[in-house]
């Protein structure tokens, strides 16, 4: 017990910016405003062994978390491992990593073999952005040339090559003319390729049945290869990526199958022409091959703390292929899905997103020799009376953000909790048939959205045969083909924005049932999509007002008659990061995704007014984004930094025990037997036990995992002779006084943590909860004056958060 490293009664908080913990030996001071992780692990830990050594007699060092490994002559395998659906302890993965790197470190001066090793050891993590950024480009690129054609797939089929694309299939026709470059005869409709003719009533039902019958294909397709073989590859991926940033274990949802599945039916799910974006899955397919290399290095197989800093890099490189946004993708990771983010993992996360966009780049998926499909080019600038209806559009992106957030979860909530949760193939296939029904008629919803989106933000330009561009020409005009003065809009123009507003309509509806099935499905490019077709129905509107009405003293400025005043295609770009904004509260990282996702570089200024008002009046409706409630929505464990704790709580309020419950299971350091230590793990749950003097003094002496206690029992009846039910289990340094032939003892110490995390029950929730936050603990043991009353788990923490915001703590299902 005297080595023990104790912060009891001299627990404090002297403020509400700093923490001081002090000991007889030691004291430390923690900042709340620090944000690196990694100091305050090591700070904290390295002064708790001092102190413990200092304690100790004859100077001997005590066992900590870090020395978990070799209790026998050899260590036994899946010691210090974590089960499925809990939380991992940051401070010991810190440790542990600090005691290899400093055990390579000394035998690098060894030999020159050695020597050699430690510079892979250094250079894997390097290796390992590598390969994730090959792979995820690799995958990324594939997946974008098989949606194209697939989802031409549905209108009809190239006679030359059936693999190609229209696109594609045009491209290599030398029968094609600029004005009918959509058209050729290697591409054929399906009504034309079985009846002979494209025109009337009966090609038109046949081209519509088609349309309706490959969408229940592939969305049945979807959801069967989700449900039979890979069950993790539904959804975003977002929700349980942040969380597994955070700490969590889910076994599996990184995993070989889950990739494979999850890259074929993101094909088929956003092919089938349902409201879904390939974007946040792209995240999860990334991930998963930033797991599958990580199992290639004891590095980070054997370090779950030192994995999340990889699957942090590879969540950027998702970012980076899904928009071609590189540094959007390392802005994304550290803004919204990392827990723990050290500058090391920054440099690394940008070298795996530079390596992904450049192997997309080298695939060229798009055709167009960039990485992304919406570029654009304006040729007008912006003014600042331009300013009134951007800021609109984002008081517009808000409202539908936090609309979007309270619909959706009702409906997955419904889903969870009726006989609809149930049927998920029938779901998915139901709601496919519906939306190919609606979606067919309108030409603007009958495309894809990523084409819907690149034709919203598209400049009108003398060669574009869109509707959009149906204006009236003066006959007259004789300007450069790329500063073409405002004009008079034609019946082309009226005929779009009908159609746009009944596109509006259909989107918003139809993603709110669509989000959240068991198939791929991202919404960033939904969200994108309702906020193009609104900022370009403004942009329009703004642009015919200042034509008519130039004199208006608004317009007089800067409006003259025959300038190039308004540029439609900046509103709808302006309100596609108002509607993301809206629905994730990203700003900073989304702002940046946005200029580098249309090369828009000088339009920055209107992006962030959007944003920032998009993320303004979201968060008047509530403060959590659409991934944060669908993490509360499923129970998850995730302590967000972003959260506020300011209620009058103390430690002794959260604790467990309750009054009335039963005592705190404990283990004595030397007064139970193999039998009661087996029976205590067979008769409860807890994820470990703390370990006491006596039942009667209750005097803490340290803290052991149930995993590692089960594991160290087990192996311990296998491979010790003579352990039986009857012996005794130890945890001290030297075996007790013992009976005259007893059994031989089993000595457990090797496994015991040392210097577990303790406050005293007055120390204020307010503290706890930051301790929590900024050293990713699992649970810390409550004393008075060295006395153990109780134990605080992160779930318990996020119950009393949750009851404390009115909401139900039963939610929280995890720790």
Known sequence: SSSLCLFSSSFYSTSSSSLCLSSSSSSLCLSSSSSSLSSLCLTFFFTCLASASASTPGGEEPNGAGHLMDFLDEPFPDVGTYEDFHTIDWLREKSRDTDRHR????????????????????????????????????????????????????????????????????????????????????????????????????????????????????????????????????????????????????????????????????????????SLGKEGPLVHVACCCGNLFCSLFSKYSKNEGKRREVLSAAAAAGVSVAFGAPIGGVLFSLEEVSYYFPLKTLWRS????????????????????????????????????????????????????????????????????????RYPVLEVVGVAGVTALLAFPNPYTRRSTSELISELFNDCGALESSQLCDYVNSPNMSRPLDDIPDRPAGPGVYTALWQLALALVFKVVVTVFTFGMKIPSGLFIPSMAVGAIAGRMVGIAVEQTAYHHHDWIIFRNWCRPGADCVTPGLYAMVGAAACLGGVTRMTVSLVVIMFELTGGLEYIVPLMAAAVTSKW??????????????????????????????????????MRPRRSEPPLAVLTQDADSVEEVEALIKGTDYNGFPVVVSRESERLIGFVGRRDL????????????????????????????????????????????????????????????????????????????????????????????AQMMDQDPESIMFN
């Not at 073999?113 to 390097?126: P, R, T, V």
């Open 103 to 274: 055990k390579i470190t000394s035998k690098s001066k060894e030999s020159m073999w050695e020597l050699i090793k430690s510079l892979l050891d250094a250079w894997s993590g390097w290796v390992v952005m590598l390969l994730i950024g090959l792979l995820s480009g690799t995958l990324a690129g594939v997946i974008d040339l098989a949606v194209d054609w697939m989802t031409d797939l549905k209108e009809g089929v190239c006679l030359s090559a059936f693999w190609y694309s229209h696109e594609q299939c045009c491209w290599t026709s030398n029968q094609t003319t600029f004005d009918d470059r959509d058209k050729c005869p290697e591409w054929q409709k399906w009504a034309e390729l079985m009846t002979g003719t494209s025109e009337g009533a009966g090609a038109y039902l046949l081209n519509y049945l088609l349309y309706v019958l490959w969408a229940l294909l592939f969305s049945f397709l979807a959801v069967s290869l989700v449900r039979v073989f890979a069950p993790y590859a539904c959804g975003s991926g977002i929700p349980e990526i942040k969380t597994i940033l955070s700490g969590f274990i889910i076994r599996g949802y990184l995993g070989k199958w889950t990739l494979l599945i999850k890259t074929v039916t993101l094909v088929l799910a956003v092919s089938s022409g349902l």
């Open 350 to 421: 940008f070298f795996a997103a530079l390596v992904a966009a450049f192997t997309l780049r080298s695939i060229n998926p798009f055709g167009n020799s960039r990485l992304v499909l919406f570029y654009v080019e304006y040729h007008t600038p912006w003014y600042m009376a331009e300013l009134v209806p951007f800021i609109l559009l984002g008081v517009f992106g808000g409202l539908w953000g936090a609309l979007f957030i309270r619909a959706n979860i009702a409906w997955c909530r419904r889903r969870k909790t009726t006989r609809l949760g």
């Open 617 to 654: 009046v979201a968060d008047a409706f509530g403060k959590e984004g659409i991934y944060e409630s669908h993490i509360q929505l499923n129970g998850y464990p995730y302590l967000d930094v972003r959260d506020e704790f300011s209620h009058r709580t103390l430690a002794a309020d959260v």
């Open 710 to 801: 089960t594991l160290a029992v087990k192996t311990a009846r296998q491979k010790q002779e003579g352990v039986v039910s009857s012996s005794l289990v130890f945890f001290t340094e030297d075996p007790p006084p013992l009976p005259d032939d007893p059994p031989p003892p089993l000595k457990l110490r090797r496994i015991l943590n040392l210097s577990p995390f303790t406050v005293t029950d007055h120390t204020p929730m307010e503290t706890v909860v930051d301790i929590f936050r900024k050293l990713g603990l699992r649970q810390c043991l409550v004393t008075r004056s060295g006395r153990l009353l109780g134990i605080i788990t992160k779930k318990d923490v996020l119950r009393h958060m």
